[in-house]
């Protein structure tokens, strides 16, 4: 049993009700931990591969190593908080190679974004496709001192 299904079978046993009266407003929090799992249920084996870097307090990188895919073959897509990237290419098994050892498969990768991430940009250079993100914290989020009266 791996665990991703141990957590997947504890959030269906899980009763958010019993949290009701002290958790007021976590409902989404318990719908987005849920989509969490899905998602990664559907996740390929692991490929491609991918680090997440924290550049600073609220700057995050989303590293992807995809050698051998062009930008014509990714689609990125953010949508309901989900960052999804996925590949479109076609893969031809007459381009007479001997040997493949640079992965040429389709994938579909998926992240689940807070809710005050922001996608900025996205490139790939070198075969590394790279999806900066930013986390946006409003004012009336931020620390602040209370006067005394």
Do not use: C
Not at 10 to 17: G, H, I, P, R, V
Not at 52 to 74: C, R
Not at 107 to 116: E, I, M, Q, S, V
Request: charged share 30%.
């Amino acid at each position: 049993m791996t665990s991703l299904s141990t957590f997947r079978n504890a959030l269906q046993a899980f009763d958010t009700n019993t949290f009701t009266p002290f958790a007021v407003g976590f409902d989404r929090t318990f719908d987005r931990l849920w989509d969490y799992a899905s998602h990664q249920a559907d996740t390929a084996g692991g490929f491609p591969h991918y680090n997440i870097v924290e550049k600073g307090d609220h700057h995050y990188t989303i590293e992807m190593a995809l050698a051998g895919y062009s930008k014509s073959d990714i689609d990125v897509e953010l949508a309901d908080g989900v960052l999804t990237i996925k590949s479109i290419k076609s893969v031809e098994d007459s381009d007479n190679k001997v040997y493949r050892g640079i992965a040429s498969r389709n994938f579909t990768r998926k992240f689940t974004l807070a809710d005050d991430i922001v996608v900025k940009d996205g490139s790939l250079k070198d075969g590394m496709l790279s999806i900066e993100l930013e986390r946006i914290v409003p004012e009336e989020k931020k620390p602040r001192l209370i006067k005394i009266k």
